[in-house]
Structures are given as structure tokens and as C-alpha cells.
């Protein structure tokens, strides 16, 4: 390793899983400070990855603008762009390439870099470990956010203990978050709600997150904001509509990174399994996260409290085989606010009622 000194690192998407990967930039940095880190991501988590220092350049796979193309058969115009991202990668010169999605697409990526020594799971889907030169195992049982990725660099000498997740924050998006707070008329303190997620299976209910509203305010005297992207606005109307008390619509309203400067200011965030969550974590703020068809163990020594109903298909990620998310329904408002109190207690500062 003491030869190498240009990394490529490749973890294209969800925002989740590219904020509990980025530590691996760190652990990289720490075991071998004078290898330069190149990170290809999509547009969509690409500000995750900038914020992070940790990372010298961020190189972005521009995913949506080619699937906007395909569609339109603009075939040709993808094929030349993919050579010329192509050519971007091999200009860089890597000689080490860490694919950490373990997909067919990021290792694709990987091999298009012209890495000679190319880096992933031994157990990576859709046939990706064939692109390999080097094959790493991540843990069965994860008990950090990090830890499966930074396992990944075990053949580059990298030790296994995962940096805590961070997220910087910038005073331009801090300033734009209190600005945003004073707009809604957000009394300090305040709860944030996360209601939303790209798979519809590890979804609550509306009816729960309007019951864990009302429940903030008269237990914890806490009034509540609903973030997420502007198509989860219909979502956060439901609730705010099936709640008996005022609750405050930010939805569409904040950048990712904009949303994790609200968050940092909150008492304590309600999530379902979202990038958001991680963004909590990121961020210092208590979490309850609410999970049903998706693993939580790697979240056993983060700051997060799970509220979980045990089923007898627990796990089964995009595959349920119940009719209709049952584990999540199971959760009442009454377990999760009995969560907030353990996470306030645990892991933030006293409000009314904890």
C-alpha cells in the first residue's frame, strides 16, 4: 500500500447508504494520509460526498440525464458520454478501485476506471465480483453504520474500526435552516418528522406519524416539522390534516444538506429507514427510527432507538411476503413516543416531559 496513492472509490446511491459509506474515506485517510481519494457518485447523493473532507474529488455518474436521454432513444448521445466519463475516470490513473454498492453498475464503473486492482464483496449481487481482482467479506452482523463499508478495505490495509458518521454543515445552509425555522413559526424545541422513503415498503402510516405529532406536543411539548423531498408533499398534508394539532410542512423546502441543517437544530428526529435518518445520526440529533422490512443491526451502537414489531419474515427487504407492510402498521404511536422520551433521555438535552 506504502506505493499506492491514488484511490478510487465507488458508491453511487441511496443517500443513506452513501452517508454511512463516506467514513470509509476517513479510514482510508487515517491509515494511509498520503492517498489521494476519487469518488464517482450520483447526482442525487453528490452533496453528501463533497461535504465530506475527507474526500479530494468528487467525480459524478450522471444517471438521471442518461435515463432522461434513453427514453427520449437518444442512444448514440449516452454511448458518448459514457466513453467520455470513461476517459475521465483513466485520467485520473487509479491504481486501486473499491467498489462499495457491490452492483452490477458500480462495478462497471469500477472496471471502466482502468484500475489494475479492483476491490469489492465477495457476495456482491448481479454477478458484480467478476469485474474483482481482490475480494474482501463484509460482517454478517454490522453493529456500526459504517462498518460493512470500511470492512470492504480491508486488502488496502485498512483497519476495521468505522469512523462515526459526520456530515458538515455550512453556514450558508445553517443560516437558510433558521431562516426556514423562523418562517414556519417553529417553537424551539421542536420535533422532525420523516415519514417518507423511495420503497414503499418500509413506509409507516399516516394515521401513526399524525398520532406521534399530537403525542409530541402534549407529552413533550414538542411541535412537529415534516421534511422530505417536494413529491412526499401530499404525504405530510395527510398527516398534518389527520393531526389535532398544528404541524409544519418543509417538504420540497431544503437540499439535503439544508435538511440535515433543520434536523441539527431539532430535539429529536422520528424516521422511517431514509437517508434522513443517517442524516440525524450524521448530525448529533436523537433518533427513533421506525423499521420493519429492513436490518437494523447496524445501527446497534449508533444513537438511534428502534422501534421495530418482530415478524417471522423479518427481513425481507423488496420482497414482503405479507399483504400489506403489516410490520409497519403493527408499530403504535404509543411505542414510538415511549422511544422519544428513551432517545431524549439518552441522547439529548431535557424538554418538557422526558
Same mark, same amino acid.
Given at each position: ?75 448514440g448521445t449516452v ?16 491504481? +486501486?478501485? %473499491? ?6 453498475? $458500480?462495478? #462497471? ?7 489494475? =486492482?479492483? &476491490? ?14 481482490h475480494l474482501a ?90 421534511l422530505g423531498a ?14 389535532? +394539532?398544528? %404541524? ?6 431544503? $437540499?439535503? #444538506? ?7 437544530? =431539532?430535539? &429529536? ?86
Amino acid at each position: 500500500m506504502d506505493r499506492v496513492s491514488r484511490v478510487l472509490i465507488v458508491r453511487l446511491s441511496s443517500i443513506g447508504d452513501v452517508l454511512m459509506s463516506v467514513p470509509s474515506a476517513e479510514a482510508l485517510k487515517r491509515a494511509h494520509p498520503h492517498v489521494r481519494i476519487t469518488w464517482v457518485v450520483e447526482e442525487t447523493s453528490k452533496p453528501v460526498v463533497a461535504a465530506n473532507p475527507w474526500v479530494d474529488e468528487v467525480i459524478e455518474l450522471p444517471k438521471l440525464r442518461w435515463i432522461q436521454l434513453l427514453r427520449r432513444w437518444r442512444w448514440g448521445t449516452v454511448a458518448r458520454e459514457v466513453v467520455q466519463f470513461a476517459r475521465v475516470l483513466r485520467s485520473r490513473r487509479p491504481q +486501486v478501485a %473499491v467498489d462499495l454498492q457491490g452492483l452490477l453498475r $458500480s462495478a #462497471l464503473v469500477v472496471w471502466l476506471s482502468g484500475a489494475p =486492482a479492483r &476491490v469489492g464483496d465477495r457476495k456482491a449481487l448481479e454477478g458484480a465480483a467478476r469485474f474483482y481482482t481482490h475480494l474482501a467479506d463484509m460482517p454478517v452482523h454490522p453493529t456500526r453504520a459504517a462498518q460493512s463499508y470500511v470492512a470492504l478495505l480491508a486488502p488496502l490495509g485498512v483497519p476495521g474500526n468505522a469512523p462515526s458518521l459526520t456530515l458538515p454543515i455550512s453556514s450558508s445552509d445553517d443560516a437558510d435552516a433558521a431562516a426556514l425555522i423562523d418562517e414556519l413559526d417553529l417553537r424551539h424545541p421542536f420535533a422532525v418528522l420523516c415519514p417518507a422513503t423511495t420503497h414503499q415498503a418500509k413506509f409507516w402510516t399516516p394515521e401513526g406519524f399524525a398520532g406521534v405529532a399530537d403525542g409530541l406536543q402534549a407529552r413533550y411539548g414538542l411541535a412537529s416539522v415534516v421534511l422530505g423531498a417536494r413529491r412526499d408533499t401530499p404525504l405530510a398534508e395527510q398527516i398534518a390534516s389527520l393531526a389535532s +394539532v398544528p %404541524v409544519a410542512i418543509a417538504t420540497g423546502r431544503t $437540499s439535503v #444538506l439544508g435538511a440535515a441543517a433543520v434536523i441539527r437544530r =431539532a430535539a &429529536v428526529v422520528v424516521s422511517v429507514d431514509t437517508g434522513l435518518l443517517f442524516a440525524s445520526v450524521a448530525v448529533g440529533t436523537p433518533v427513533v427510527g421506525l423499521f420493519g422490512p429492513t436490518r437494523f443491526d447496524h445501527l446497534a451502537e449508533e444513537p438511534v432507538i428502534v422501534v421495530n414489531e418482530p415478524s417471522c419474515c423479518h427481513p425481507c427487504f423488496r420482497s414482503p411476503t405479507c399483504g400489506d407492510r403489516d410490520c409497519m402498521r403493527a408499530i403504535t404511536p404509543e411505542r414510538v413516543l415511549a422511544a422519544v422520551g428513551e432517545a431524549i433521555r439518552r441522547y439529548g438535552r431535557e424538554v418538557a416531559g422526558s
